[in-house]
């Protein structure tokens, strides 16, 4: 009696391998660069928005304060150099690397999981753009924030009065929220932090419940550095609140 063949299952290109002991040296670099997306990339963004920059809802006044705080650090510069630069720039190129690598099947198989590794490939190119840029333009171009921490309002709100650098700076904010969010679920399922569906299911729901937070407090910002001004001030203003103009032997230091 002759038998029926089973339909060839589907060939299903090959994305990016999981985190797995046994690869050789990739497994290290894949490991590193994951951990990096958390800490210190992660734990600067999270620093950044919800620290930092909510801080331009209370006016030029604290946030120069918080800036100045930040550039008197001990050791400022190699803090930045290996806590922020060299992390971003290492997590930011090999992510390109495992991108180019992998190959994305969103088209042939449209399930969610292929489309949140698109997403999350994409948000994270958006991100490293942006978050070189900005770094770029507050950290070393212009007024040197570290010796006039009181001319960093100012700076900001000066371009963010720019329609197209105003769009530039909320896609590269919701760009890295989300990055940063959905590569924390990512992490603690790839490291076995969070097992089992139920509980990752769980897990990503708070995660994207972070997002939404980053979203909302990092718009929050713009929108006070737009609001304070209605005119866009010139580069390098220093830039006080009320509360200093009445007290102006109260100095931003």
């Known amino acids: 009696m002759a038998s029926t063949a089973s339909p060839a299952a589907p060939v299903i290109k090959g994305g990016v391998a ?3 002991a046994g690869q050789g040296y990739s497994f290290w670099l894949r490991r590193l660069h994951s ?3 958390i800490v210190p ?4 963004l999270f620093e950044h928005i919800l620290i930092s920059n909510s801080t331009a809802l209370s006016g030029p006044d604290a946030y120069a304060r918080q800036v100045s705080f930040l550039g008197n650090l001990p050791l400022v510069f190699f803090l930045e150099l290996f806590g922020i630069w060299l992390p971003i720039a290492y997590h930011g190129l090999y992510g390109f690397y495992i991108w180019f690598e992998g190959d994305s099947n969103t088209a042939q198989y449209p399930w969610t999981g292929n489309w949140m590794y698109t997403l999350q490939r ?3 190119a958006l991100a490293f753009v942006y978050i070189v840029w900005h770094t770029w333009t507050m950290r070393f171009a212009g007024t040197d924030l570290h010796e006039n921490p009181a001319a960093s ?4 709100a000066a371009e963010v009065h720019s329609p197209w650098l105003l769009a530039f700076y909320i896609v590269g904010l919701l760009a890295a929220s989300w990055h ?6 990512l ?6 932090i969070i097992s089992g569906e139920k509980a990752q299911r769980r897990f990503l729901r708070l995660c994207m419940a972070f997002f939404v937070l980053l979203a909302v407090v990092g718009l929050a910002s713009l929108y006070a550095f737009r609001a304070r ?3 866009a001030p010139r580069a390098g203003t220093t830039l006080v609140d009320s509360t200093q103009r009445h007290n102006p032997g109260k100095l931003v230091r």
């Open 153 to 156: 309002f100012g700076k900001v």
């Open 187 to 192: 992490f603690a399922a790839k490291w076995g």
């Open 41 to 44: 990339v992660g734990a600067f």
């Open 180 to 185: 940063f969010a959905y590569g924390s679920w």
């Open 35 to 37: 951990l990096t997306g």
């Open 122 to 124: 994409w948000t994270g």
């Open 229 to 231: 001004f209605p005119e």
């Open 18 to 20: 999981p985190l797995r």
